[in-house]
């Protein structure tokens, strides 16, 4: 089954604890992303990365890393999580950019910081 | 002024009527359009995607662009109770590869 999974699917943890949030596709997607989902604000994204070994910040990158080392994984990287990042993180991915092509979420990750 | 623009609702409208959706975005030189729609509790999941000025028809959903004045909306014809969701307008914006959503429409559909 072609599918985009994330993990842990919820998560609570204190500030300043490091933290990776996995992202794994089965699609042989070149275009992955992360975005975090807020009330009132909608998606937006973190980081995207168009191929293996190379990523770019998207429109909210300040306290977050990733990195593309394999073509389908794409882990998010807290280094010192803050309870700013409270948040529902997504992450999608798509055969090629977003221009033309079907972005595909995986199930979310819920993510408090105490 | 954000990069895509949606009236947050929520929209309620009975069953079996059409529910109007827009979505504006600031820059002029974007390219694509997309609608999603996200369930309570799930993921986003793409209806329908548009690029070209004018109207695109897909069952009890059409969506329609203008670019000259910069905004896109849908349409859902004889509405369902599970049409009641959140929907996302998202634009590719010109010659790179970042997707800026809006913060979406809750629509409730009535029995």
């Known amino acids: 089954e072609a599918q985009v999974t994330q993990n842990p699917r919820y998560l609570i943890t204190v500030t300043g604890k490091k933290l990776t949030v996995t992202c794994s596709q089965n699609?042989?997607?070149?275009?992955m992303s992360w975005y975090r989902q807020d009330p009132g604000l909608g998606l937006r994204q973190i980081y995207y990365s168009m191929n293996v070994e190379v990523t770019d910040k998207g429109d909210v990158p300040e306290g977050y890393k990733v990195s593309r080392k394999e073509k389908r994984n794409f882990p998010l990287i807290l280094e010192s999580p803050s309870p700013n990042q409270t948040s529902l993180y997504f992450c999608?991915?798509?055969?090629?950019?977003?221009?033309?092509?079907?972005?595909?979420f995986g199930p979310g990750t819920r993510l408090t910081v105490l | 002024q954000k990069e895509v623009e949606q009236n947050s609702g929520p929209l309620s409208v009975p069953e079996g009527a059409i529910a109007s959706l827009n979505c504006t975005y600031s820059?002029?030189?974007?390219?694509?359009f997309f609608w999603y729609r996200q369930y309570s509790g799930k993921s986003p999941e793409l209806i329908m995607f548009i690029y070209s000025n004018g109207d695109k028809e897909d069952g009890r959903f059409t969506a329609q662009l203008n670019k000259a004045s910069q905004y896109v909306s849908l349409l859902i014809r004889d509405s369902q109770p599970s049409d009641s969701a959140t929907y996302l307008c998202a634009v590719h914006r010109s010659n790179d590869y970042k997707l800026s959503f809006g913060a979406g429409t809750t629509v409730t559909v009535r029995a």
């Open positions: 699609m042989n997607h070149e275009y």
């Open positions: 999608a991915s798509s055969y090629g950019r977003p221009r033309t092509d079907t972005q595909y």
């Open positions: 820059d002029r030189g974007s390219q694509s």
